[in-house]
């Protein structure tokens, strides 16, 4: 594992060179492992910097639950260290490369920076929850740590998590440190085939309100997926209790070992708009309003559903025609109070359509102010969240 001292001359060295560009009022591009820049608004800037070099697993220590690894970490070599010592990321980051078509490696700083999460999300929180400290450059190229490298330091807890989720508009993260948990010794998989939207989703309520401990719902091109994790004895008993209390909701086969993973690993990375044309939007909403708003959506638009987080999360593939559904799919939302992201589009319509759910004016107001307090010059990742 590669020390602190490993990554600390090439951290310097960005810090130099966003103080450089702040002198110059130069705007630059963020970039890790470059597998997400097709994510957001186009951003505005002739060049960008790297934080490549920041690589390396500084700290690990698998009795305290704790990993510290440079930004430019590549996502896989963290995975595989956790792996070793039977522990995870608990958050199940998605890897964007199939649905953008992109090329590269997915880092850790990347995950962090879009607050990363995947189907366990309903059981285990978001990226965000798993972050106990981070380093990071600011727009005046000034290096900020924040937070601790163990559970029980709380130090600057708010900042930490203005940080996850921020997109490099605030700064560029070089060090994220994180909570890890251990790895389950079983996992399974029931698989309902043939329900609707609606009868679907009131099947993943039920399996989420039962004592078995979900860590996974959701339904995609018929088949409604229900994960349970643990210990191998617990396994064994949760798995068939739970399909015997959903009976209602249908015959559940089981399913366990990578049959059940390569499940997951799909919902996660929304495998099946792989290779599909149109955009692809990622809406929030309340799970049981998932079915009601993608079939008020069918009304206006051609498109296709998949959901997960028992229906709180719903994965959309419209047509790139006009707007790309943004005028649609904002009204639907906005209506149940939930919110909507475009995640994959040509960049024309990423630059027309806001890809982000508008901000009401007093958070916008409070938006404007924290940036300026971070990148008084604007000059980090700029039209990436807003035009």
Do not use: C
């Not at 800037?45 to 009795?63: D, F, H, N």
């Amino acid at each position: 594992m590669s020390e602190a001292a490993g990554y600390a001359d090439a951290e310097a060295a960005l810090a130099a060179e966003i103080q450089a560009a702040y002198a110059a009022g130069e705007p630059l591009e963020i970039v890790g492992g470059g597998t997400r820049r097709a994510l957001g608004r186009p951003v505005t800037a002739a060049r960008s910097v790297s934080t490549a070099g920041i690589s390396g697993i500084s700290l690990y220590e698998p009795g305290a639950l704790t990993l510290v690894a440079g930004a430019g970490t590549p996502l896989a070599e963290v995975e595989a260290a956790l792996a070793e010592e039977g522990q995870r990321l608990a958050f199940e980051p998605m890897d964007h490369r199939g649905l953008l078509g992109s090329a590269g490696e997915p880092t850790i700083g990347g995950v962090a920076a879009i607050n990363n999460s995947g189907p366990r999300r309903i059981q285990a929180g978001a990226a965000r929850d798993a972050m106990l400290g981070v380093r990071f450059i600011d727009g005046r190229g000034d290096v900020i740590r924040n937070g601790g490298r163990v559970m029980k330091n709380v130090t600057g807890y708010d900042l930490v998590k203005l940080m996850a989720g921020s997109w490099g508009v605030l700064g560029v993260l070089t060090e994220v440190a994180l909570k890890v948990l251990p790895a389950p010794e079983r996992e399974a998989t029931l698989v309902l085939d043939g329900l609707s939207e609606d009868a679907a989703v009131a099947a993943l309520g039920a399996a989420l309100g039962s004592p078995y401990d979900v860590g996974g719902a959701a339904h995609a091109g018929g088949r409604t997926l229900i994960r349970v994790e643990g210990f191998e004895a617990q396994v064994a008993h949760r798995a068939p209790a739970l399909a015997a209390a959903l009976k209602a909701h249908g015959a559940a086969e089981i399913i366990e070992g990578e049959e059940s993973a390569a499940l997951w690993r799909a919902v996660r990375d929304v495998a099946a708009f792989h290779g599909r044309p149109g955009a692809i939007w990622r809406i929030s909403v309340k799970p049981s309003d998932g079915p009601k708003l993608a079939a008020e959506l069918r009304e206006k638009l051609d498109l296709d559903a998949l959901f997960d987080w028992a229906g709180g999360l719903v994965w959309l593939l419209t047509p790139e025609i006009g707007d790309a559904g943004a005028g649609a799919i904002r009204a639907a939302t906005k209506a149940r109070g939930g919110h909507a992201t475009l995640v994959r589009a040509e960049a024309a319509t990423r630059a027309a359509v806001e890809v982000f759910e508008p901000e009401a004016p007093p958070v916008a107001a409070l938006s404007a102010r924290v940036k300026a307090a971070f990148d008084p010059k604007a000059i980090l990742n700029p039209g990436r969240m807003r035009g």
